[in-house]
């Protein structure tokens, strides 16, 4: 079992910045690869970016240039900075995680809302 806990949500301005994290516990030796998603209000849950255990990155085209996936190994903890912030990037935010044994664990998400 991987347990996934976000953080780092809330209200900011269009053009604004924050940085969400992602603190994994648990079986976290079996992980391959970390996700972030997310969900807006009567929309699909859509892929955000996503980083593998050897540190290979990708983003969604709309968040490219603007939002990045890190992660700080020495604390288990995966990061979304995401910066230049628009009213379209308003959605709860959930983290993902895939192991070797192809099983998807979710955090509980964190709402992220962008308007003035």
């Known amino acids: 079992q991987v347990q996934l806990v976000e953080s780092g949500g809330g209200l900011v301005q269009p053009g604004g910045s924050l940085r969400l994290s992602c603190a994994a516990s648990?079986?976290?030796?079996?992980?391959?690869?970390y996700g972030w998603y997310r969900q807006a209000p009567g929309k699909q849950r859509e892929p955000v970016a996503l980083?593998?255990?050897?540190?290979?990155?990708t983003h969604a085209d709309s968040v490219k240039g603007r939002f990045a996936i890190t992660r700080n190994n020495a604390v288990n903890t995966i990061y979304l900075s995401m910066s230049s912030l628009k009213p379209e990037d308003t959605a709860v935010y959930y983290c993902?995680?895939?192991?070797?044994?192809?099983?998807?664990?979710w955090g509980q998400g964190t709402q992220v809302t962008v308007s003035s």
């Open positions: 648990g079986a976290i030796s079996s992980v391959v690869s």
């Open positions: 993902n995680a895939m192991t070797r044994g192809s099983e998807l664990y």
């Open positions: 980083i593998t255990d050897d540190g290979y990155t």
